[in-house]
């Protein structure tokens, strides 16, 4: 299998890559960051551990209750950058969590990990 080197991809997708490992770097930190704030209803586990099967037992209340606890807990500012981690709107990350949660295949797949790899992606 061939790689092409860094210097052919294109700068996006570089960037993207940047983002991500930047947004996981900065979850690897003490304990000394503000626990996140609930943002409503949610569904029925912690945002880093739901998945698919909780987002289609959920109502939409919860839903959106969860999104927002992901945004704002990969939102934040990422240390050491004075940058904030890459967010989506609330009806695309709604869109993206009932596209990949309609198939069997992703009952197992963590909504927060979903989230971020399409966060990336937006270049928001």
Do not use: H
């Not at 000394?32 to 409503?40: E, I, L």
């Not at 500012?77 to 949660?101: D, K």
């Amino acid at each position: 299998m061939k790689s092409l080197p860094v210097s052919g991809m294109p700068a996006r997708l570089v960037a993207a890559a940047l983002v991500t490992l930047l947004v996981g770097v900065a979850g690897c930190g003490g304990s000394d960051s503000a626990p996140a704030v609930q943002q409503g209803p949610q569904l029925g586990e912690p945002i880093n551990l739901a998945d698919c099967r909780d987002w289609k037992d959920g109502t939409v209340d919860e839903r959106l209750g969860t999104i927002r606890s992901i945004r704002n807990y990969l939102g934040a500012p990422v240390p050491g950058t004075g940058g904030r981690g890459a967010v989506l709107e609330e009806q695309e990350a709604y869109e993206l969590f009932n596209g990949w949660c309609s198939e069997e295949f992703a009952r197992g797949f963590k909504l927060y990990k979903l989230y971020a790899r399409a966060a990336a992606f937006a270049g928001r």
